[in-house]
């Protein structure tokens, strides 16, 4: 395993994504949706950074069947606020392939969300398919297109605990 991002770099920059964030949301209240299982270090951390209003909630998704993207995504929990007419920040450790993050953010308009964006801790540095997400609106780091662990970030489950992130070969 190589440690790509320590502990006090991931603090710092989620610091400033909080800062950028609620800059851009100001006093209006912005409803943080975290995706389950692998945002939820991040999600916690943001959270406590925002100064503007915010409510919480998570939704469970899951595109990997083991440590392979399986291109569909599955809904496992719907969120428990309704998001209609809600400014929605989904929130997810990492922009991979990004349909998981295109396929929410599809979920939640057609349920009549006022507004979306989107904020991962990483984004990989790789193509991306036509339907994906390309970009997200607010990116930590951004790393090259490897096996990542920690913060979140897991290998059959394991590793998630980890306070850095690093690439697994």
């Known amino acids: 395993m190589e440690i790509l991002v320590g502990e006090a770099a991931i603090r710092k920059r989620v610091e400033e994504l909080g800062r950028e964030i609620g800059a851009f949301y100001g ?28 409510e919480l909630d998570v939704i469970s998704v899951r595109s990997y069947s083991g440590d392979r993207s399986s291109g569909k995504v599955e809904f496992r929990a719907e969120p ?9 920040l989904l929130a997810d450790e990492v922009l991979d392939t990004g349909i998981t993050l295109a396929a929410v953010k599809r ?38 297109d490897r096996y990542l662990i920690g913060y979140g970030l897991d290998s059959h489950e394991k590793f998630r605990n980890l306070p850095y992130i690093a690439a697994l070969d």
């Open 27 to 54: 006093d209006d209240t912005v409803t943080l949706v975290v995706l389950a299982n692998g945002a939820l270090p991040f999600g916690a951390d943001l959270m406590r950074t925002l100064s503007c209003p915010v």
């Open 107 to 144: 979920h939640f308009l057609e349920r009549g969300a006022k507004e979306i964006r989107t904020a991962v801790m990483i984004e990989k540095m790789r193509p991306r398919p036509p339907e994906a997400l390309g970009r997200a609106d607010w990116t930590g780091i951004t790393l090259p």
């Open 80 to 88: 428990k606020l309704d998001p209609a007419g809600r400014r929605i």
